[in-house]
């Protein structure tokens, strides 16, 4: 296959995250291209929409794969209404408001969130804890390595889009994969979707192996 046919792959990362996160995702180099989309800082009450549309504008190719990785699946959800795609493809994630979990609609209706974003710029462990739904033990490095955009007004949008995502109807042809331990967007709340067995909300790192095996059969088959 040549250069111009290979299937060119955008992957967006959580929130937060960098593209380290897909360190382990390798695809076979004869039929994909992979690209690595990373976080543009909001502007002022800037909506998903808009900022959706904004990272349209890296993508250089022609019907590409989509993927996102949690509130990176949001976001490239949010992208597909811009631009024609080949697939899309949800990781750790959810496809419409109802699956978000019970503490996020809470977090909607106080409005308690509001006081999270500047103590998650100064404090690794609740902003990983926030993020990934992990507690830092011995992992600081690792959290340090991946969670690197710790801009204030980011986190504070992030987290506002998130708990306020409006989405009622998801994309019928979107491929929605979930670890059935996420602690983040948990399975109960969660329908259509391709389970990976102990996967949580970080298995893009840790279970790498299960995606470099089946992302490629997923992309390449028939919808």
Do not use: C
Not at 26 to 39: A, G, H, I, N, S
Not at 95 to 120: M, W
Not at 156 to 177: F, M, P, R, V, Y
Request: zero cysteines.
């Amino acid at each position: 296959m040549s250069k111009k046919s290979k299937i060119p792959v955008y992957f967006m990362p959580g929130m937060a995250a960098n593209h380290l996160i897909f360190d382990g995702i390798k695809l076979p180099e004869d039929t994909f291209e992979v690209y690595f989309l990373e976080w543009l800082i909001p502007e002022f009450k800037e909506s998903l929409e808009h900022y959706a549309e904004r990272l349209t504008e890296n993508i250089r190719h022609e019907n590409p794969v989509l993927i996102g990785v949690s509130f990176g699946g949001i976001v490239v959800q949010e992208m597909a209404k811009f631009i024609k795609l080949r697939k899309l493809i949800i990781i750790s994630s959810v496809k419409h408001e109802s699956e978000l979990p019970r503490r996020i609609k809470f977090a909607r209706v106080t409005r308690v969130y509001k006081l999270i974003p500047t103590k998650l710029v100064k404090n690794i462990e609740l902003l990983a804890k926030f993020a990934i739904g992990e507690t830092v033990v011995n992992r600081m490095d690792l959290y340090q390595k991946y969670l690197s955009v710790r801009d204030p007004r980011y986190l504070s949008w992030a987290i506002h889009q998130i708990i306020n995502w409006k989405q009622t109807q998801s994309n019928l042809e979107l491929i929605h994969i979930q670890g059935d331990k996420d602690k983040v967007f948990p399975v109960i709340n969660i329908q259509n979707f391709i389970a990976v067995k102990g996967g949580t909300h970080i298995m893009i790192v840790n279970r790498f192996k299960w995606f470099n095996e089946f992302l490629p059969l997923l992309i390449t088959e028939e919808s």
